[in-house]
């Protein structure tokens, strides 16, 4: 029977890509521009002490909480991009399609450029001070842009509005950051655009603590909206008559994916085409619509790409690394551009 | 006699009012029927008459100005999103615009209001499922995806989703309407069916007054400016009412045969001469053309004769003009000489 086969064929998927994300996540730790040998990071990783404290403290210090970091902020995006890609039916949106990281840049924006502007010193000067008050920032930003979508989702009902004002709240950021731009310092200027690169690489352990449980949280609640985003396919006419309450599963899909991006944006940057690439990719693989199927998946995929991202941003030859949002939207286009093309051959 | 149990009211509309707007007028108002246990009712009416926003209005996506819809002895105002669902289900116009959904996950959503917080089916749910797809006669179709299948079997899909639904009453927004003919007839018939095998009220909105008044064993008219009609088709036919909901200028409702006629106009009479099959298509062909197929005598005159093959005769008073082999050069000829 095809569906017995369908089923297996989910099995075997599933079970290659754990086994990638696995050996990903060991390149993750074994690559980078010191070289360490193979057999002390295997030494290390069953526990056993290493002589060389300088390797101990790279992978410890720097490659382990940046392969979390990437894990996590893969999995985060690509979840967030598949509950916005059923939620508004639309093949082309993602998590940041709600405006919420040009919030994030429009808060790292005002601290970096307007208060270097205004107190004259350049806040990219401040060290881990500042570190912090820039992801603050982020975060500040972008769960005021969340704000301001949940309260309009409770007004509109139409999720198409919904849609068209969240991208003109991003066209609305990006305006006012120009501004910001043009009346700020070189040096600010340049810390905003880094920051606007992307990077896994500034979450230390401390960050961690409590970037971890947010993204487990945003990705905990995905977990409970496979039922509301399986009939959201149907339209919402088809799923109100089927007694989902739309406005709430709206919201709680809203918030899920604004907790998600709001806070891998402030911890990352903004990390371009993740979040619609993986669910296209993942559709793909288990040429399914089930999102008790495709929310883990994304997931796992997520991380996977997230990883494979940050090996090759890292890859030995680069001089330290390279911006993470250039990798991810060098890998990320062709695959949009590939479901774009599918597309157009099946409406043919 | 019947028993009680088969006209029991599933679904009874007192002194509705729909529209979309409160502070506007209504669109219609004071409307008053019923849908009875095993009952397979059409609406039927004029393009903008109105019929969307009414099965809306009964599906309870739109609230009703005034009035009561009842199912049973319930209002629809009074239940919840989730009782609702339990009560009434629907098959929509929306186009449905997913990859990868096979029939069997797509039906298997009708049995959202009952099962857990994943969505989780039980054995139950599946063999009702698979009893669904197989009554609609999808049952090789099961584990296709329903974007690479027809506009007719798409809908058999939901229709199948409707029933795994399993509510006494189910409304569709008319399922006919972009289907060719034989995919019309066959839901038609399948949707006739369900309402008599499983005692379900089904009301469905269709622009096919032919077929309507083939299947349906009630009718609801619904027109502009008209108070809604309610009845079984022959006496809606004998009343006239057909007549007055459809007719307007170059189209009239012929009582005799059930159907549509297109009007010209003053028609130049031709009598027509013969019998059998050949006849017939003859008087179709004139009345296609603006001609008057009658029986008395004219000017023009045309002879059906059908030894074997058939031939056809034109007169022009009393003059033979031609004699042809078949109606397309029958008609040319008599184009010609008008």
Partial sequence: MQGDEAKGRKKLAYMVLTIVLLLVFLANISLGSVYIPFSE????????????????????????????????????????????????????????????SSGAGLGVAIVVLLFGAIGGKAISHLGMFASLTIVMA?????????????FLARKLKNNAMLLIVGIMVGYASSAIVG??????????????????????????????????????????????????????????????????????????????????????????????????????????????????????AVIIFGAVLALVCNVIARLPGFDGALPINSITSLIGAPIVVSVILKRRRLTQ | MQKKTDTEVLLNVVDLAVGYDRKEKALHQDINVSVNKGEFVCLLGPNGAGKSTLIK???????????????GDIRLQDLTERQRAK??????????????LTV???????????????????????????????????????HHYID???????????????????????ILDEPTAFLDLPAKIEIMQLLRKLSRESKRGILLS???????????????????????????????????????????????????????????????????????????????????????????????????????????????QSKLLATCENIQELMQKITESM
């Fill in chain 1, 41 to 100: 990071i295997i030494k290390w990783m069953v526990g056993i002490e290493l002589e060389n404290e300088i390797w101990r403290n790279i992978l410890l210090k720097s490659r382990l909480p940046q392969a979390i970091t990437a894990l996590l902020a893969g999995a985060g995006l690509a979840a967030g991009g598949l509950q916005m890609q059923t939620l508004f039916r639309n093949p082309l949106a993602g998590p940041s399609i709600l405006g919420i």
């Fill in chain 1, 138 to 150: 982020a975060f500040i930003g972008s769960v005021f842009v969340l704000l301001m979508v949940l």
């Fill in chain 1, 179 to 296: 501004l910001l731009q043009f009346i700020s310092s070189k040096d600010d200027i340049q810390a905003f655009v880094i920051w606007g690169l992307g990077s896994f690489n500034n979450v230390s352990w401390d960050k961690l603590s409590i970037f971890v449980p947010l993204v487990l949280v945003g990705l905990a609640g995905s977990l409970f909206l496979i039922k509301p985003l399986n009939v959201l396919l149907l339209g919402e006419n088809y799923a109100a008559n089927l007694g989902l309450n739309i406005k709430r599963s709206r919201l709680s899909i809203l918030v899920v994916t604004g907790l998600l991006t709001a806070t891998v944006t402030a911890f990352c940057g903004p990390i371009a085409f993740l979040g619609l690439a993986v669910p296209h990719l993942s559709k793909g693989v288990f040429k399914t619509a089930d999102h008790s199927v495709l929310v883990p």
């Fill in chain 2, 57 to 71: 209005t009964l599906s309870g996506f739109l609230k009703p100005l005034s009035g009561d819809i009842c199912f």
């Fill in chain 2, 87 to 100: 009560r009434v289900s629907v098959v929509l116009t929306d186009k449905l615009q997913v990859q990868n």
């Fill in chain 2, 104 to 142: 069997f996950e797509l039906v298997s959503l009708g049995r959202t209001p009952y099962t857990g917080y994943f969505g989780k089916l039980t054995d139950h749910d599946k063999a009702l499922v698979l009893r669904a797809i197989q009554e609609v006669g999808l049952g090789g179709f099961t």
């Fill in chain 2, 148 to 170: 690479k299948m027809s506009d007719g079997e798409r809908q058999k899909a939901m229709i199948a989703k409707a029933l795994v639904q399993e509510t006494p009453f189910i």
């Fill in chain 2, 206 to 316: 269709t622009h096919d007054l032919d077929m309507a008044l083939q299947t349906a064993d009630k009718i609801w008219l619904l027109a502009q400016g008209k108070s809604m009609q309610q009845g079984i088709p022959e006496d809606l036919v004998l009343s006239n009412d057909f007549k007055s909901f459809f007719e307007r200028d170059g189209v009239y409702f012929d009582n005799n045969t059930g159907s549509f006629k297109y009007h010209s106009g003053n028609r130049i009479e031709v009598t027509l001469k013969g019998s059998g099959i050949a006849h017939e298509w003859v008087a179709r062909a004139l009345y296609r053309l603006g001609y008057k197929p009658v029986a008395k005598n004219s000017d023009w005159l045309i002879e059906v004769s059908s030894n074997g093959s058939h031939s056809f005769s034109l007169y022009k």
